[in-house]
T-cell receptor, first 112, second 112 residues
């Protein structure tokens, strides 16, 4: 059973389009995250939700909107995609503060 | 400004030797530090967590040290094996609700 699953694994789209990435975790964790890994391999936190409530919102363009319908799901919607949005996006979950993150295997987004 | 630095060069070692990876940070006072392993095309996988009041943590062939005076963590893999080849990431708690900031990672290659 996959603990944190993301779909799709690959996403190729054109500038200006709107796309969504879905994430689900079956670990029973309360907290979920979105991270972005750029071409230099830096993992940067974007958002975090705890029990469906937004608790971390880093400096991310408002074209990015997370949505958490329940504590097992955290989706990422991106409007008006730009070339610079090309990266690998990772979803993660954790039990709570000061606990390890469990990552999905990423969604590679390519904007052409 | 806050910064996390890991050996930017790849580390090449012979099988059976001990690999030592370094994580230095500035302008943080993390309550804990975590190490993750990342394989190509996969999400990071948690390895070890060490708290600010702990000097050392071990798990099988892995050992982590945390020196809050030097602002440094060392990650050791003893009796290294080719299967240990991967990128290793350190991550600091940077305030907020389990907000982790990651280093760029060090790529380790263990040669038979």
């Amino acid at each position: 059973d996959t603990a944190v699953s993301q779909t799709p694994k690959y996403l190729v789209t054109q500038m200006g389009n709107d796309k969504s990435i879905k994430c689900e975790q079956n670990l029973g964790h309360d907290t979920m995250y979105w991270y972005k890994q750029d071409s230099k391999k830096f993992l940067k936190i974007m958002f975090s939700y705890n029990n469906k409530e937004l608790i971390i919102n880093e400096t991310v363009p408002n074209r990015f909107s997370p949505k958490s319908p329940d504590k097992a799901h955290l989706n990422l919607h991106i409007n008006s995609l730009e070339l610079g949005d090309s990266a690998v996006y990772f979803c993660a979950s954790s039990q709570g503060p000061r606990s390890p993150l469990h990552f999905g295997n990423g969604t590679r987004l390519t904007v052409t | 400004s806050q910064k996390i630095e890991q050996n930017s060069e790849a580390l090449n070692i012979q099988e059976g030797k001990t690999a030592t990876l370094t994580c230095n940070y500035t302008n943080y006072s993390p309550a804990y530090l975590q190490w993750y392993r990342q394989d190509p095309g996969r999400g990071p996988v948690f390895l070890l967590l060490i708290r600010e009041n702990e000097k050392e943590k071990r798990k099988e062939r892995l050992k982590v040290t945390f020196d809050t005076t030097l602002k440094q963590s060392l990650f050791h893999i003893t009796a290294s094996q080719p299967a240990d080849s991967a990128t290793y990431l350190c991550a600091l708690e940077a305030g907020g609700y389990n907000k982790l900031i990651f280093g760029a990672g060090t790529r380790l290659a263990v040669h038979p």
